[in-house]
């Protein structure tokens, strides 16, 4: 029964990830206009920046863990 619901908290296909990456976007762009009005000027902007930002860079290691857990299920299916 664990196993059950430890493969829900899973990331296992590209259309998984992107859902993922959308949430964390949506989450972003609202801490970002948080951001705006509590800081008004560059540094708001600055901190929109960043908040926005985290979104690609999580994006990115996301889809490099999902691309090199591919390979690695490859090469041991293919090894045995």
């Given amino acids: 029964m664990l196993q059950k619901i430890k493969r829900l908290f899973v990331i296992?296909?590209?259309?998984?990830?992107c859902l993922i990456?959308?949430?964390?976007?949506?989450?972003?762009i609202e801490r970002g206009s948080a951001y705006l009005t509590q800081f008004p000027g560059w540094g708001g902007k600055m901190l929109f920046l960043a908040?926005?930002?985290?979104?690609?860079?999580?994006?990115?290691?996301?889809?490099?863990?999902l691309r090199f857990e591919k390979e690695k299920r490859e090469a041991e299916h293919s090894a045995t």
């Fill in 21 to 28: 990456i959308y949430a964390l976007a949506l989450g972003a």
């Fill in 51 to 65: 908040a926005t930002g985290s979104v690609f860079l999580a994006g990115a290691k996301i889809f490099d863990c």
């Fill in 12 to 17: 296992k296909t590209r259309f998984e990830a």
